[in-house]
């Protein structure tokens, strides 16, 4: 299986900030890089797809870049809305894979 | 616009055969562009892909469960369904299903994903 690492694990950061996430595949994927927002007691939703696209109606504030084994996701301004835990998945495989996620909390 | 609805027992004793419907609304499972997933979540913990189905019925299992998961489609239904045999206490998880927008053999993103169901394996 192709392991995925995210990085931090964990973020405190304050409304206005910017913030990236990183993800690592433990071989290269291409772009097949998928990221996900999840709120408590919520399911997961997509917001970008093929490490860059960004999802029909998700804030033009989320990016993502990347290619190979090294990915991450940038939010340029913090909204109050965009705290929450954020997973990365590759679709490299046909075993697919998520990183543990980073959980964005408050400042 | 689609939705996947879960449904089945929110109980099942160890070594118990876990059962799950996915109900696909508002467009056709029979789409020869996606594929149909299952993902599960520990209480407090991270996303685990189960597995995958096409309408044809070609699957891909994750390695860690392929031995004790089955997963079948019901295009006349417009359900897929997910078995997990002699389940153990860490199995409780919340499972979700998902539709897998795919280039090909199943390989793609999860969207839109159902509204999930806690599963706990307890006696």
């Known amino acids: ?107 | 616009q689609l939705q996947l609805q879960e449904s089945g027992p929110g109980l099942v004793k160890p070594s118990e055969t876990l059962s799950l419907t996915c109900t696909v609304s508002g467009g056709s499972i029979s789409s020869s562009s996606y594929y149909w997933g299952w993902i599960r979540q520990p209480p407090g913990k991270g996303l685990e892909w189960i597995g995958s189905i096409y309408y044809s019925g070609s699957t891909y299992y994750n390695p860690s469960l392929k031995s004790r998961v089955t997963i079948s489609v019901d295009t006349s239904k417009n359900q897929f369904s997910l078995k997990l045999s002699s389940v153990t206490a860490a199995d409780t998880a919340v499972y979700y299903c998902a539709r897998i927008i795919t280039m090909v053999r199943g390989q793609g993103w999860f969207d839109p994903w159902g509204q999930g169901t806690l599963v706990t394996v307890s006696s």
């Not at chain 1, 860059?52 to 109050?80: E, H, M, Y």
């Open chain 1, 1 to 107: 299986d192709i392991q995925m690492t995210q990085s931090p694990s964990s973020l405190s950061a304050s409304v206005g900030d910017r913030v990236t996430i990183t993800c690592r595949a433990s071989q290269s994927i291409s772009s097949y890089l998928n990221w996900y927002q999840q709120k408590p007691g919520k399911a997961p939703k997509l917001l970008i797809y093929a490490a860059s696209s960004l999802q029909s109606g998700v804030p033009s504030r989320f990016s993502g870049s990347g290619s190979g084994t090294d990915f991450t996701l940038t939010i340029s301004s913090l909204q109050p809305e965009d705290f929450a835990t954020y997973y990365c998945q590759q679709s490299y495989s046909t075993s697919l894979t998520f990183g543990q996620g980073t959980r964005l909390e408050i400042k």
